[in-house]
């Protein structure tokens, strides 16, 4: 089955009670059992939930994988895997990730004994550096949240097999629809669903996807365990999101990619960081890794400072200013004061991402109106 005929069909079949199409919301905490431990699959709805399994079978699906579990969060879903690690453990991040991720790791899990390591993953032979003994799970994000940096996902998944380090990739930027890290040899995917894949701002859920069966069963505990389960109606919409999840995806492609090229030759604008672009670093790990190169575009001005950055945001129109992205509508953001707020100020710094740095999610409205809007908002900048 091609990616198109998975997001309509993929772990999806007609209501055996009624034939409805449209997989049924499962609004029910519990259910009933003829007899002790005889209970069909389904005992209590922080366990298990139809409408949950089959979007995590749809998700599965989509990613290439074997194993989908769904989480009441993006931040949910990676909280579940640095909980497979134990004190003592180290774990090896990119230096450029979103703000969230960070604030997890560092402000939650370092008090519990958990190494973090914040390095440049552009070259990934520069990783292996940094790997000890200790080491247990390397964290990729590629494209990078807001810098649009690109890793090599090929090439860590063979250093962390080699290392015996488990790989996990944060691809929510690209979706499944651009890339599949399990393909390139990751051991497990995360998502935050509330973006791309759900793709309409009216959810807020997370997934893992795997091939790995014990790291599925670990993983299939703790969601239990600590109940960061999504509820039915949430999961309801995620799959009805999925269905479009193609068409949508490949107006984003088209729309950043004219957004790109636009600002790149804009006199206002000094960078812009968007992997599709000939002179982006590893544009050439782009173009192998992923099917296109999406939505989601950052960039300075030659004017480098706060009040240019302001001025911008209030004249801009059918951008929206707010957190999150991924949605048919277009969103403008400041990750230094909104997404990566978090992060010290030098960190930031360190990493580009500076105090006038602007990042969009590039919606699929017509794509002239976007570009006049942006021309309006940049004028005299």
């Known amino acids: 089955m091609r990616f198109n005929t998975k997001t309509i069909h993929a772990g999806v079949s007609p209501d055996p009670s009624t034939g409805a199409i449209m997989t049924p919301i499962f609004q029910t905490s519990t259910y009933v059992q003829s007899a002790p431990g005889d209970h069909k699959g389904y005992e209590y709805g922080r366990t298990q939930n139809p409408t949950r399994d089959a979007l995590q079978k749809n998700l599965a699906a989509l990613e290439n994988g074997k194993y989908g579990l769904c989480y009441s969060t993006g931040l949910g879903a990676i909280d ?3 909980k497979t690690l134990k004190p003592g453990d180290e774990v090896i991040a990119t ?18 004994g958990i190494k973090f390591r914040f390095v440049n993953m552009s070259h990934a032979e520069d990783v292996v550096k ?21 890793i ?24 499944p629809y651009l ?7 990751a051991d497990l995917v995360m998502h935050s669903l509330t973006k791309y894949i759900s793709g309409h701002s009216d959810v807020v859920m997370g997934a893992l996807i795997t091939n790995n069966e014990a790291l599925y069963e670990d993983l299939k505990f703790i969601q239990n365990a600590t109940g960061a389960t999504p509820g039915p109606q949430d999961c309801f919409l995620v799959l009805r999101g ?39 670093p590893n544009h050439d790990i782009a173009k192998k890794q992923m099917r296109d190169f999406g939505g989601m575009i950052s960039f300075t001005f030659k004017k480098d400072t706060m009040e240019t950055a302001l001025t911008f945001l209030k004249r801009i129109e059918l951008f929206a200013l707010a957190e999150s992205l991924g949605g048919v509508e277009s969103l403008v953001g400041h990750p230094a004061s909104m997404t990566h707020a978090s992060i010290p100020r030098e960190e930031r710094l360190k990493n580009g991402l ?13 794509i002239n109106d976007l570009l006049e809007d942006l021309t309006q908002a940049l004028k005299g900048l």
């Not at 790997?131 to 940096?149: D, F, G, Q, V």
């Open 242 to 280: 999925i269905k479009t999840l193609h068409v949508r995806m490949q107006r984003h492609c088209e729309n950043g990619a004219a957004v790109a090229r636009f600002l790149e030759a804009h006199p206002s604008i000094d960078k812009v960081y968007w992997c599709g672009l000939e002179t982006h």
């Open 152 to 175: 090599d996902i090929e090439a860590l998944s063979k250093i962390g097999k080699t290392h015996h380090i488990t790989v996990c990739v944060d691809n929510t930027f690209a979706s």
């Open 130 to 150: 940094f790997i000890t003994p200790a080491t247990k799970l390397l964290w990729i994000e590629t494209p990078t949240n807001p810098m649009m940096n690109i």
């Open 179 to 185: 890339q599949n890290p399990l393909d390139l040899g």
């Open 354 to 366: 500076t105090d006038a740095l602007i990042r969009l999610s590039v919606g699929i409205e017509d």
């Open 95 to 112: 230096n450029d990730l979103y703000g969230g991720t960070y604030r997890l790791f560092v402000k939650v899990f370092e008090k519990y």
């Open 80 to 82: 579940a895997v640095v």
